[in-house]
């Protein structure tokens, strides 16, 4: 668990439960910092708890460092699957931001091998 700030997303993933979430605002000033615990953990421990599970994204705004850390943290879940049924991500977009379920279907889900997309319509700004 990562609490959030007012530049970093909050950080939640419930293990015995099979929740496992990204949320909020993410434009920190060392993206790949704040990001790299959360790699590392997935590297780690994903292949355990994580299968068999979403990961759920409810971002309110990301900039571009964090979508690339964003696309590397997607990336090492990618690779939990190889050789297993397909993972997936629910996406939680503003139906309002017609740019944000743009850039998810054409940065990220084209780049991952095992990952399926369900694309969460949400009204409004939730965390």
């Known amino acids: 668990f ?3 700030t007012d530049f970093s997303p909050k950080i939640f993933f419930d293990t015995p ?6 949320s909020g605002t993410s434009r920190p000033g060392h993206p790949r910092a704040f990001y790299s615990q959360v790699d590392k953990w997935i590297e780690c421990n994903g292949r355990q708890w994580m299968m068999g599970h979403p990961l759920d994204i409810k971002m309110r ?7 690339k850390c ?4 997607m990336l090492t879940v990618d690779k939990i699957y190889r050789a297993e049924k397909p ?6 977009y503003d139906v309002e931001d017609k740019e944000e379920l743009q850039t998810v279907k054409e940065e990220f ?3 991952l091998q095992n ?5 969460v319509p949400r009204k409004g700004i939730t965390s």
């Open 17 to 22: 439960n099979g929740v496992f979430r990204i």
């Open 70 to 73: 964003l696309m590397e943290i």
């Open 109 to 111: 889900a084209p780049n």
């Open 2 to 4: 990562i609490q959030p």
């Open 87 to 92: 993972g997936i991500i629910n996406w939680h």
């Open 115 to 119: 990952l399926r997309f369900k694309y």
């Open 61 to 67: 705004y990301f900039n571009t460092s964090s979508m």
